[in-house]
């Protein structure tokens, strides 16, 4: 999909319900990552959701095993990576390691995306955003490192992360709160979300209050989707 500049510099927020079409939308923008050059780490919580894209040449999968001990710096090297958990790793010690793998990026000055899956699941709760995620957040694009948040809980993500996104791509909501949550930030989405067509993407700048409708049928995927 050529239409979404995936080459700024700038953290992204990405929500739909389950089954709204996060991670079909979600690999579309890799595949542009990827054809630009671009490097990144997807951080899955599922073992399915993204293995498609190891059909791009030179993507690394990287598998977290429970209770292993990781050299995450080792990692720095690879441009395009996408980490998995195993079915037994708990979702808390999947977290606890992906976030010292974002540390580690962070630290030693890795640049490009890290994608973000279940990013709510990373804070105590939606007013107490996880450290780190808190630190790259504000500090990352300054080093060229930016985060995409995914989530299909958007009450719960925290609006202080949600505050440093300058773009946020929404799929079709249902669920009336949920609706009257967003609106709250995005203006008209009440309206907005009821012209989507299933799968259709809402493109938000923050910056300009701009919006537009990205059309499913212009979502298009070259790697298979398995999610
Ligand atoms: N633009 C699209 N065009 C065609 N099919 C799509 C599109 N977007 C999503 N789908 C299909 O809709 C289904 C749900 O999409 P997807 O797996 O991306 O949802 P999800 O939000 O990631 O779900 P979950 O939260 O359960 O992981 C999939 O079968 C996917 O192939």
Not at 157 to 166: A, D, G, I, M
Not at 187 to 199: A, S
Request: charged share 25%.
């Amino acid at each position: 999909m050529s239409t979404i500049d995936v080459s700024e510099n700038i953290h992204r927020l990405i929500a739909a319900p389950t089954g709204g079409g996060k991670s079909y939308f979600v690999g579309s923008l890799v595949e542009e990552l990827y054809r630009n050059e671009i490097p990144f780490i997807i951080l899955d919580t599922k073992t399915q959701n993204h293995i498609g894209l190891v059909g791009l040449k030179g993507v690394k999968r990287l598998q977290i095993k429970p209770y292993a001990e990781y050299d995450y710096t080792k990692l720095v090297k690879y441009p395009y990576i996408l980490s998995i958990p195993t079915l037994r790793t708990k979702t808390t010690d999947l977290i606890a390691e992906y976030s010292k793998l974002i540390d580690t990026f962070y630290t030693l000055g890795r640049k490009g995306v890290i994608v973000v899956e279940e990013a709510h699941n990373y804070n105590k709760n939606p007013y107490a955003p996880s450290p780190i995620l808190e630190l790259v957040a504000r500090e990352g694009r300054g080093r060229g490192l930016s985060l995409w948040f995914i989530t299909q809980r958007i009450q719960d993500f925290p609006k202080l992360l949600w505050s440093q996104c300058y773009m946020t791509y929404l799929l079709k909501f249902t669920i009336p709160q949920d609706i009257r949550y967003v609106s709250a930030l995005i203006p008209d989405f009440d309206k907005i979300n009821r012209e989507l067509r299933m799968h259709d993407v809402l493109e938000y700048d923050h910056k300009t209050s701009e919006y537009r409708i990205i059309p499913a049928g212009e979502v298009k995927r070259a790697t298979k989707h398995y999610g």
